[in-house]
């Protein structure tokens, strides 16, 4: 058998499971945020993502940094999964399980239900900036948005998040 043969159990070239290996859990969980809370779409979203690098990874793998590229190919996955007609889902407000129990529970699913209620743009501007830590240039290359839209996405972002938090705003940005 030639050594260039895959088997139905292989999951395409090494150095793309290495990959795959190595980033899934942080794409999962910037999936879950972007999707605010829904591990489920989450780890579809991440597997799709995956599977758009998979058909192009001999140029992705050969990029200066295809985990950069694979955060912007997950975002964009997430928006046009949002676009699609069929993603109509109807929220409730049962939380999927965690198999550890979060440091603060109810400070999390606070922040996820004021996530969840802003715009999917202006959810992936903060998500990006203030979660994934990217520099507003950064960001705006990610969501091919211009670096003064990204503030003030973010900036209005916030302003939102402060008015749906309320009084709680102060107590959940304490350390």
């Given at each position: 058998?030639?050594?260039?043969?895959?088997?139905?159990?292989?999951?395409?070239?090494?150095?793309?499971?290495?990959?795959?290996?190595?980033?899934?859990?942080?794409?999962?969980?910037?999936?879950?945020?972007?999707?605010?809370?829904?591990?489920?779409?989450?780890?579809?979203?991440?597997?799709?993502?995956?599977?758009?690098?998979?058909?192009?990874?001999?140029?992705?793998?050969?990029?200066?940094?295809?985990?950069?590229?694979?955060?912007?190919?997950?975002?964009?996955?997430?928006?046009?999964?949002?676009?699609?007609?069929?993603?109509?889902?109807?929220?409730?407000?049962?939380?999927?399980?965690?198999?550890?129990?979060?440091?603060?529970?109810?400070?999390?699913?606070?922040?996820?239900?004021?996530?969840?209620?802003?715009?999917?743009?202006?959810?992936?501007?903060?998500?990006?900036?203030?979660?994934?830590?990217?520099?507003?240039?950064?960001?705006?290359?990610?969501?091919?948005?211009?670096?003064?839209?990204?503030?003030?996405?973010?900036?209005?972002?916030?302003?939102r998040l402060r008015t749906r938090l309320g009084e709680q705003f102060d107590e959940l940005a304490r350390p």
């Open positions: 058998m030639d050594s260039t043969t895959t088997t139905g159990n292989d999951a395409g070239p090494p150095e793309f499971r290495a990959f795959a290996a190595a980033r899934s859990h942080h794409l999962i969980r910037t999936a879950y945020l972007l999707t605010g809370g829904d591990a489920h779409l989450a780890e579809d979203l991440a597997q799709e993502a995956l599977g758009k690098l998979y058909g192009n990874w001999r140029r992705i793998s050969r990029m200066a940094n295809p985990a950069g590229y694979a955060r912007t190919v997950l975002v964009n996955t997430f928006l046009s999964h949002r676009r699609r007609r069929s993603s109509r889902e109807h929220v409730t407000d049962t939380f999927a399980e965690t198999a550890a129990p979060p440091a603060d529970p109810a400070l999390r699913v606070t922040l996820l239900q004021a996530l969840a209620e802003l715009p999917q743009q202006d959810r992936a501007v903060l998500i990006l900036r203030y979660w994934e830590d990217l520099g507003v240039e950064e960001t705006a290359d990610a969501l091919r948005l211009t670096p003064s839209a990204v503030r003030s996405r973010a900036s209005r972002a916030l302003g």
